[in-house]
């Protein structure tokens, strides 16, 4: 309790002290002058010791404290000696009430001044508010001072919370508004003016201005994703044009901020300036300029991806689109009732389906080259069988001989490679439910066709080898009588007649293989078109079909021949 007393408290009680001595003195004075008796000075001074004793009461209750240290409990001696004892303590105590009074006044005032602010009222209705301040001299206790002193704590804390609120509200006003290229300070001014730091008042932080603020960033957010959502519409709208009309990588550059957005969310766009009108508007002039660009190259770009597709087609020997078709979809185009995106999307996925087809083609396309090659081969093979001065000394014939074995270990390779083929094939178009077409034609076709004739050429050239055969051993036979029987007249025109007829028989024998032989190459080895494979080679087994009567007749006639040879000279 001792902590409460100063320097000054001293003097006040020093001071005090003289005065109450002063008046003792001049009060004895007085009662000596008019005869006052002992009776009555009693009772004065016993009513005043009594005011003292409940007035020092009163102060320790008001400050509440038990006691004064250094002050007995009971006072002895004279009305007036215990009133000089309980004179300093009187004191003592009153200068503690006056001091508590300034401490409740003081947190009183600043709880005052901080509700103020929390209410958002000005510091002039703050002033007026503050030459009011009451304080309860009645409780004047440490007990109800510390309860102010939290309940100012508390409310320091709700001031430093709201503080904090306002400057992150601010902070994200400043960067929203530099974000989208707004002046931030008119944005803030227009909330409350006190929030502007130009403006050098103490800030509102009341409910309502938090609320403004708050409803401030929203606003602000909101505009930021519609102006984020619109660069995103803009930003799709320029890759499809720049790659429907395949736009050179320069070109896109000057618009690159705007399709960097793209992949970002509105959390993520935090660069100054990155969300302004002017922007926006240069984007929207673009996409109007391309998409007025984009009518007249559509034409263009359309045949661009038509003769992509069809180079894909040709490459592997794929069906084309009928031309039908392709004038029906420029009609549309020059017409407008089609929509370009769509028509382009439909030619990308008319591509990415060829692509895909080609891709699955390729193990038989390569095997169908080498099947190619070889027919290649074999058709030179045989014309260079048919040489009849193959083997002579001459420039080159070395290289044709190295040629035809080569040629010949590639056409034994022949069979075994279109059975392949076939299966390949099979399995391809039981997997793709569709016909394999080479050119327009099954492939399965030409290779069936491929057997079927290469079994008719091995069937007509072993029916070349047997006949032959016969007539090499006709004519041995024939030599052989020359040698063992005399001449006559009659088989000398035996002779003749049997000369005659193997001589005939002989060139019909180059005849029937030279023409075997243009039937090879001509349906087995007749290029690289199905169709025209097919046709030449039924038109070839026509030939064929035709020609056998004229063969047997002819194999009959020279039979007869050689069997009235034989008999001509056992006749008499």
């Known amino acids: 309790m001792g902590s409460f007393q ?10 005090l002290e003289t005065s109450c001595g002063y008046l003792l003195q001049e009060l004895q004075m007085i009662w000596n002058e008019v005869g006052q008796d002992h009776f009555e000075r009693e009772k004065v001074l016993h009513q005043e010791l009594a005011e003292a004793e409940a007035e020092f009461t009163h102060l320790l209750l008001s400050l509440g404290e038990r006691s004064l240290p250094g002050r007995p409990e009971k006072m002895a001696g004279t ?9 300093p303590a009187l004191r003592e105590m009153r200068l503690r009430k006056e001091e508590r009074v300034n401490q409740f006044r003081t947190v009183q005032g600043q709880i005052q001044k901080i509700s103020a602010e929390i209410a958002g009222q000005s510091e002039s209705e703050y002033d007026d508010l503050s030459s009011d301040i009451m304080v309860n001299e009645n409780d004047l206790s440490l007990k109800k001072l510390e309860e102010y002193q939290t309940e100012l704590q508390r409310l320091r804390n709700e001031k430093n919370e709201r503080l904090m609120r306002v400057e992150q509200y601010i902070d994200a006003v400043h960067k929203l508004s530099s974000i989208l290229g707004t002046d931030s300070s008119m944005v803030i001014t227009k909330v409350h003016p006190s929030l502007n730091d130009l403006c050098g008042i103490t800030k509102n932080i009341s409910n309502s201005i938090l609320a403004k603020l708050n409803s401030t960033v929203e606003s602000l957010d909101e505009e930021k994703q519609k102006r984020l959502d619109k660069l995103h519409h803009l930003g799709k709208a320029l890759t499809n044009l720049w790659n429907l009309m395949d736009t050179p990588y320069k070109d896109r550059q000057s618009f690159s901020h705007v399709t960097g957005l793209l992949s970002l969310s509105s959390a993520e766009v935090s660069d100054p300036g990155s969300l302004t009108l002017n922007i926006i508007q240069q984007a929207e002039a673009e996409v109007r300029r391309l998409d007025h660009l984009k009518a007249s190259k559509m034409k263009e770009l359309f045949f ?3 003769n992509e597709l069809k180079e894909i087609c040709n490459k592997s020997h794929m069906e084309i689109p009928l031309q039908s078709e392709i004038d029906n979809l420029i ?3 020059n017409s407008g009732e089609i929509d370009h995106a769509d028509l382009l999307m439909s ?3 008319q591509i990415s389906r060829a692509k895909e087809e080609a891709s699955s083609r390729m193990t038989i396309m390569e095997k169908v080259e080498k099947w190619m090659l070889a027919r290649d081969e074999e058709r030179w093979l045989e014309e260079y069988s048919r040489d009849e001065n193959r083997y002579s000394v001459s420039r080159g014939a070395h290289k044709n001989l190295r040629r035809a074995e080569r040629a010949r270990v590639l056409v034994n390779k022949i069979p075994a490679l279109v059975d392949l083929l076939i ?8 997997e793709r439910k569709k016909t394999f077409l080479y050119d327009e034609v099954p492939l399965l076709a030409m290779l069936e066709e491929y057997n079927v004739l290469r079994q008719e050429k091995e069937e007509d050239k072993q029916r070349q080898r047997e006949m032959k055969k016969v007539q090499s051993q006709v004519a041995v036979e024939q030599e052989n009588l020359f040698i063992t029987r005399p001449s006559t007249s009659a088989r000398r025109t035996s002779t003749r007649s049997v000369n005659g007829g193997f001589s005939n028989a002989i060139p019909l024998n180059r005849r029937l293989s030279l023409g075997l032989q243009q039937l090879g190459p001509n349906s087995i080895n007749s290029g690289t ?5 097919i046709k030449e080679g039924k038109k070839a087994r026509g030939q064929k079909m035709f020609a ?4 047997v007749s002819h194999l009959r006639d020279e039979t007869a021949s050689v069997v009235s040879t034989f008999s001509g000279p056992q006749s008499p």
């Open 6 to 15: 100063t320097p000054m408290g001293m003097r006040s009680s020093n001071l």
């Open 79 to 87: 009305l007036k000696e215990q009133l000089d004892s309980i004179t």
């Open 304 to 306: 661009k991806k038509q």
């Open 331 to 333: 009609n549309l185009i």
């Open 347 to 349: 030619m990308d996925q």
């Open 423 to 430: 299966a390949n094939t099979k399995s391809w178009e039981d």
């Open 529 to 533: 078109q199905g169709i025209s494979f």
């Open 548 to 551: 056998r009567p004229g063969l």
